[in-house]
């Protein structure tokens, strides 16, 4: 028994096989966690394009301000994108638009079955009379 205790013969396999499944999940964390953030910052980004449109051409329909937010909107998959609304309201004399963008994105964790994960994004501007 001793003899077999003592044997080291085969451990760093031993060890390989319990660390390897820890840092994969490791680095696929990483990878979706990154991905999650680009597709935050494009929908941000794509946003201030589409709103930045309103803003500057006031005679920008609602379309024209969701078509320049899906044109911007880089880096990410357009099949993904739930809701993309643009509304025009006046409150007191004052013209405003909100922005309003909901995009699904799928997980890319392989071995297990995660739920899509959903970002929301809603952005008012003042637009000039």
């Known amino acids: 028994m001793r003899r077999l205790v003592r044997d080291e013969r085969g451990s760093v ?3 390989f096989g319990i660390a390897i ?3 994969v999940a490791l680095i696929i964390g990483v990878l979706q966690f990154g ?3 680009n597709a935050n910052g494009a929908m941000r980004h794509a946003m201030g394009e589409g709103l930045r449109l309103a803003k500057v051409d006031t005679t920008a329909t609602d379309t ?3 078509d320049r937010v899906k044109a911007q909107l880089l880096g990410v998959n357009q099949t993904g994108i739930q809701t993309l609304t643009f509304n025009r309201s006046t409150t ?3 013209e405003q638009g909100t ?3 909901t995009l699904r994105l799928t997980p890319v964790i392989p071995f297990a ?3 899509p994960i959903t970002l929301t994004e809603t952005k008012t501007i003042y637009l000039p009379n």
Do not use: C, D, R, S
């Open 13 to 15: 396999g031993l060890e």
């Open 21 to 23: 499944p820890v840092l």
């Open 35 to 37: 991905l999650v953030l």
């Open 64 to 66: 024209e301000v969701t």
């Open 92 to 94: 007191n004399n004052i």
């Open 99 to 101: 922005l309003t963008l």
């Open 113 to 115: 079955a995660v739920p």
